[in-house]
């Protein structure tokens, strides 16, 4: 489908109109997209900068998109000041820290693990489900036995770390026990990456929403939801509410609108205003999408103000705001 057909789709009469839709107004979209230029590697939220720089030795050295998202997410995982990616997270409402992570490569093998405690690097983890066995994801105990039968230690430092558990504890008197959404608590490193050959790769992580159910599994690790690559069209990856993303099949929706010609931004902005309309009364609902396509331009786009993304490729290293419908108040 053309580009003018798909706007027409989306009710636009050209990119570049602003729209009003739920008393809100929607930055104006654009169809010219950013980028064009690879090696490239974009991710999610400040820690991107560093995450990308992990992955930039691999892309710079003419290494694959699939080894740099992996090196690259890994970088975050390690960060014990980040409260919403590997060990350093927030537990869950019953004081596990309990880890999902997912990998895809361009020709669609992929691998995932989710409700995984006590592993630094559940990103390795999931390349090695992708690389090892015949299957795609492995959660929980199974994960955890399988992980230790393939090598992968358990970390030996105390988890959740003394100030997480100090918060938790303040938690536990306020909430009464009460998982809710809270817009403070929760983030992910999702991360799309084209290497020097055109192949595309993308990887998410993430310790999930804070004090959620124990067994909560968020987007994140989920194939088509919080991470998603077609070789032939591009890839996206989401953050936020994860409930909100596996409603709509978040990534995966993203990519089959760049597949029916959206700009990679475009294609941002329908899913999200698709997540906007089944959830017209919820405040705080943060969600957002990262997009690239096989000619490495890229693109946001997200619920609310605030949504940075961070880009590096020749001549780039730097954030980028995502434009948004809504604005904190
Ligand atoms: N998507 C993550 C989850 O729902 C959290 C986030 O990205 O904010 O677990």
Redesign the pocket.
Known sequence: MSRRRFLKNLGLASAGVTLTPFNTIAENISSSALGGKFPLVLSTWNHGMEANAGAWSILSTGGSALDAVQKGVAVTESDLTNR?VGLGGRPDRDGHVTL?ACIMDHDSKCGAVAFLEDFEHPIDIARAVMDRTPHVMLVGRGAAQWALQQGFDKVNFQVPLREVQQDYEEWLKKSEYKSGVNVEN???IGMLAMDANGKIAGACT?S??AYKVHGRV???PIIGS?LFIDGDVGGAT?????EA?IRVSGASAVVEAMRRGAAPEEACYEVTHRILKKHPEVNGLQVGFLALNTKGEYGGYSVYDGFNFAVRHEGQNGMVDAKHFRTWK
Do not use: I, L, N, Y
């Open positions: 919403s999902d929760h983030d992910t993430t999930g929403m968020g987007d994140s919080g989401a953050t936020g509410v994860g993303v």
